[in-house]
């Protein structure tokens, strides 16, 4: 795995590992304010060149909390840093909604996205209910965190779903953004679907017999499965 530091605007230094060859895709993991649990060169996507960036204020990057429009810059100030035109967005759980984020707010620098068993842009109680009646029964995955860093991102993102034009940018998206959800999450997956159909250039696909962290619970499954998402865009 290549180490590289790369500077933002702001003169934080931000860590990106690197691994294999091919076309540039920018891999987002979970949280907020967890490490980077998907840079591992074992279940990364075959037969691309996958950039993983710590978040800022964890791990290896400097910084400290931030909102969502701050993370996203992060994202660019790395790509610029690295000299990629274009990449792929890959993002997992909370880096799935990072991922339409960025896609949004830059899709010139956005070949696809592909988002694997995201939260989705909502705050519905029904959905929080299913969830946290349900967490029980998820398997424990111990990830190092920030809570400063996942309190501020999580607030951002409550900020951003309620903005009044957000729809309206997801349907007028040229972005072509693929959504995949777990068979098996305790997460209601209709906030995928509801993306994917208001995207244009939106799909949806479930994965049959997988957990929300089948990164972990089925590596072999995963690597499958981005590589083929990867290919797709």
Known sequence: MEELSVPAADGVRLH??????????????????????????????VGVRSWFPDPRGVGRSGGGPHDMAMAVADLEDIRRALGVARWVVLGHSWGSDLAVRYALDHPNRV?????????GLHNDRSWSGIYEAQRHTEEAIRIDWRQDVRAALSESLLEWIHEPGLFRSLAHSPVRMRFIAAANDIRPDWPLRQLAELVPAGSFEVVAGVD????????????????EACAWQ
């Open 111 to 119: 070949a696809a996205v592909v988002g694997i068993a995201g939260h």
């Open 212 to 227: 929300h962290n089948f990164w972990t619970t089925d590596p072999e499954r995963w690597v499958k499965v981005v590589s």
């Open 16 to 45: 990106v590992s690197s691994t294999g060859d091919g076309l540039n895709v920018v891999v987002l993991s979970g949280g907020p304010g967890c490490v980077h649990y998907l840079a591992d060169e074992g279940i990364a996507p």
